[in-house]
């Protein structure tokens, strides 16, 4: 799985409630939670994730279990988000919902652009190729499959 | 030798296995998601050989009329599935499944990231998200990685006004929001069996904000004879020696009252070096600190006198709440000006009540302070029943030390 994008560059241990506040979450209209991703955060943050990858510290997606959190960033129009370590509930749904997550230790460059081939297991920004921590088979073959619902689909 | 994760997993640390769940959960947060994800799945009928649960927790009862309907249409669900049902008033989840419904050495999943809470049992417990839980709907089984194990070595007993919560704030706070990321907490040692299952909840469910994947207990004396009382006959868990991935130390009797600081758990002081900060809330509750042990206390520690700022208690769940009105403990709360809820998750996360106003303040008992999270603009910081108790009689933060 291939992939480009504008690097998007956020602190370490960006948590769940930050991605989408509790006050959000009471609807299944996806559009709301990706008009309202990190407004805490930084409001003006929503309107520049189209086409981004978002470069970020470790842990990110820490705290609460909302898929939502998720689901904001990809409706958003986020390509990808690359962290040295990511919350593991925040890691699994991501992939379950078919947004590619890579772990590795990338230093960002607000707006340079960022390349990544999962399959292949590299990411490369300014000019730099860089390794990455393989997905376990399972992970990628839902990722692969667009998401879990999708792998399910075709798996029973 | 084996980590108590990997016996109950069956594998060595690292591996990738594929498990049947024994008990899953969801509640009406999760739930809803899980629902559209396992109807896109295909989903008709529930895995088979488990046991399938949903509570309703966390807007509870329903604050408006979208918050209704999908309520409705999940409480159809499990009407039409049959899954174990407990609607609003019941209590928390993760509560309702450590009321002698988890048993040690089972494999339990909640789609909820406090799930960690049941390995206070000896089982293993761990969080997941919405289509995890739909997944797990559909076949019954799920995929994990077994964790490594940090080992949190317990010596010794509490003393003074320390509870088992500055015990969990002090280890959180030495661990980080993310030191035990992908790994499970296992709590050992002599000081473990001195401490209640109501205490080992406090710790296991807080090994979610250092990022554990699961927080484990080995089920002990203590375990067997909570359990046979709600009515299984169960075994005690021997350790085995094994190697931990780390190590930490504790000696219970070092641990002192402690506040962990907005907008981070692990961001953590002793209550004394924040005495006098002014609050406007004080709140009392959660799958941390509202069950009886905790109400009883906080009762105890305000019975006779006024609180001087606004304090919300609510109880766990159903059962600690008739017991607190069996015992007069609801009627001591009451007098002494305290405001209550249904059990549930009340105000933690800012959803429909008890939520903060802008430069609000709140002291409240449960695991989570993040940025806004009670309401835009409140600061919460994170403490005991008994820091709750004295600041609450106090107005602004206070030791319970000093009281």
């Known amino acids: 799985m291939q992939g480009k994008g504008t690097a998007v560059c956020l602190p370490a241990d960006i948590d769940t409630d930050v991605i989408i506040a509790g006050r959000y979450l009471r609807t299944k209209d996806r559009s709301i939670w990706a008009t309202h991703v990190f407004e805490d955060l930084d409001p003006t943050l929503a309107a520049r994730l189209k086409g981004a ?104 | 030798m084996s980590t108590l994760s990997e016996r109950i997993l069956g594998a060595a640390a690292g591996e990738y296995v594929d498990r049947k769940v024994d008990r899953a959960y969801a509640h009406d947060g999760t739930g809803v998601l899980a629902l559209e994800a396992w109807k896109k799945m295909g989903g008709d009928r529930l895995g088979k050989e488990t046991e399938y649960y949903l509570q309703f927790d966390h807007i509870a009862p329903a604050n408006n009329s979208t918050t209704a309907t999908l309520q ?35 494999i339990v999943v909640g789609a909820d990231s406090h799930s960690v809470t049941p390995g206070a049992f000896g089982a293993f417990a761990t969080g997941v998200g919405a289509t995890d839980m739909a997944g797990i709907w559909l076949t019954g089984e799920t995929w994990f990685r ?26 959180v706070g030495r661990l980080g929001m993310d030191g035990a990321t992908y ?111 905790d109400l009883a206390r906080f009762a105890r520690l305000v019975k006779g006198r006024k609180v001087a700022v606004r304090t919300i208690v609510v109880p766990a769940s159903e059962e600690i709440l008739k017991k607190a009105i069996r015992t007069g403990v609801l009627a001591d709360l009451v007098e002494a000006g305290c405001t209550l809820g249904t059990p549930g998750c009340g105000p933690c996360l800012g959803y429909h009540m008890g939520v903060l106003g802008e430069g609000e303040v709140c002291l409240s008992t449960a695991n989570r302070n993040f940025k806004n999270r009670m309401g835009v603009g409140g600061e919460i910081y994170l403490g005991s029943v008994a820091t709750a108790a004295a600041s609450a009689l106090a107005g602004e933060i206070t030791s319970p030390e000093a009281a």
């Open chain 1, 53 to 156: 990858v978002i470069v970020a510290g470790r842990n990110f997606g820490c705290g609460s279990s909302r898929e939502q959190a998720a689901i904001a960033l990809r409706e958003a129009g986020v390509v990808a988000v690359i962290a040295p370590s990511f919350a593991r509930i925040f890691f699994r749904n991501a992939i379950n919902l078919g947004l590619p997550l890579i772990e590795s230790d990338l230093t960002c460059t607000e707006g340079s652009t960022v390349a990544f081939d999962i399959s292949e297991g590299w990411v490369e920004t300014d000019g730099k190729r860089h390794t990455i921590r393989p997905l376990s088979p399972r992970m990628q073959e839902i990722l692969m499959a667009g998401g879990l619902v999708e792998y399910w689909r075709a798996h029973r």
């Open chain 2, 72 to 106: 409705h249409e999940l409480r159809d669900f499990a009407h039409m599935t049959s899954m174990h049902f407990s609607d609003i008033g019941c209590g928390i989840c993760h509560q309702l499944m450590s009321e002698g419904v988890v048993l040690p050495g089972e």
């Open chain 2, 146 to 171: 077994v964790p490594e194990s940090v080992g949190v070595n317990l010596t010794g007993k509490l003393s003074g006004a320390a509870e088992a919560k500055d015990l969990a704030l002090n280890y």
């Open chain 2, 183 to 293: 790994q499970a907490l296992e709590f050992i040692g002599e000081g473990a069996h001195h401490l209640s299952i109501d205490e080992r909840l406090v710790l296991s469910n807080l090994s979610m904000e250092a990022g554990a994947k699961a927080g484990l207990f080995y089920a002990d004396d203590v375990t067997v004879r909570y359990l046979k009382e709600r009515g299984h006959a169960v075994l005690s868990q021997e350790p085995e020696d094994c190697s931990y991935r780390s190590e930490i130390d504790i000696d219970l009797a070092d641990i002192v009252p402690l506040v962990a600081v907005p907008p981070r758990v692990d961001t953590v002081k002793p209550v004394d070096d924040l005495a006098g900060l002014s609050l406007d809330q004080v709140f009392v509750g959660t799958c941390t600190n509202g069950r009886y042990f």
